[in-house]
């Protein structure tokens, strides 16, 4: 019975200021590093086998990773994929979210970030927060950076991903975990879960909260849980 296991990256410098992040690459707070050691003791107790890490290719993503294998003492070297990256947040990309709902109305912000199809306008190649000038991302094709995202564009870079490199492996029975994002975890699990458009719009995924996710042989989920269940309360709508 194969297991897999998203985390979010701990709480990040931007997360900390609410600021639209996407993309750029921020670090993890001291609070931050420790949901990520938290999270690698969680996982620890289940004493499971990990056959595969991966992450997506922002330190917020690698340096939680790093944490956990850190606390689990593995040495297996980590899968780092751009398609697991954060949802780019276009011409909204290091804005204040508080600030942004007080000008643009709650409402609008609201769609902006949990809506399925809308997107931010873009943002400028020549604005220093976009992807073709952090260095970070000096390996992905240039036609592949996208200069906004809506959850749906997200969805499809990140299912291609999973469907091309991820469900085999699970196929083959190998436990899998994925350190990333709110909004690419959040395509993850329209897709795992079936949520409709309605369901993923009210779906949160907090940071630093291994969410443990068992299938059979056919790829079929028989539970799923987080594994700090005190801060899990009122999480899953699965
Ligand atoms: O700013 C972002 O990149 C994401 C995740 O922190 O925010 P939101 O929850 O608004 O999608």
Redesign the pocket.
């Known amino acids: 019975m194969p297991h897999l296991i998203l985390v979010r990256h701990g709480q ?1 410098e ?2 900390l200021e609410k ?4 993309w ?1 690459d921020v670090d993890l707070t001291g609070q931050g590093k420790l949901e990520a050691c938290k999270s690698g003791e969680y996982i620890k107790e289940l004493k499971l086998n990990i056959d595969y890490f991966y992450s997506s290719f922002q330190l917020r993503a690698v340096n939680t990773l790093k944490f956990i294998q850190d606390t689990l003492r593995s040495n297996t070297k980590p899968i780092r994929a751009w398609q697991l990256n ?2 780019h ?1 276009g011409a ?2 290091g804005l204040n ?1 508080n600030e942004m709902s007080e000008k643009l109305g709650e409402d609008k912000i609201h769609e ?3 809506s399925w199809e809308i997107k931010p306008d873009p943002l400028s190649r020549n604005n220093p927060y976009h992807p073709i000038n952090i260095d970070a991302y000096k390996t992905i094709p240039k036609n592949k950076i996208p200069d906004t995202e809506s959850l749906k564009d997200t969805y499809e870079r990140v299912i291609e991903y999973y469907n091309s490199d991820i469900h085999n492996k699970l196929l083959d029975n190998k436990n899998i975990l994925i350190s990333a ?3 690419s975890i ?1 395509a993850l699990c329209k897709f795992l879960f079936k949520l409709d458009n309605k369901k993923i719009s009210l779906l ?1 995924i907090p940071t630093g909260n291994p969410l443990l996710i068992n299938l059979n042989s056919k790829q079929e989920i028989i539970e799923c849980k987080y594994l700090d269940k005190d801060r899990a309360k009122n999480l899953l709508i699965f």
């Not at 600021?19 to 996407?22: D, H, I, P």
């Open positions: 990040s931007w997360n600021r639209f992040t996407g750029v954060e949802r947040y909204l990309t979210k902006f970030r949990r994002h709110g909004n959040r949160e």
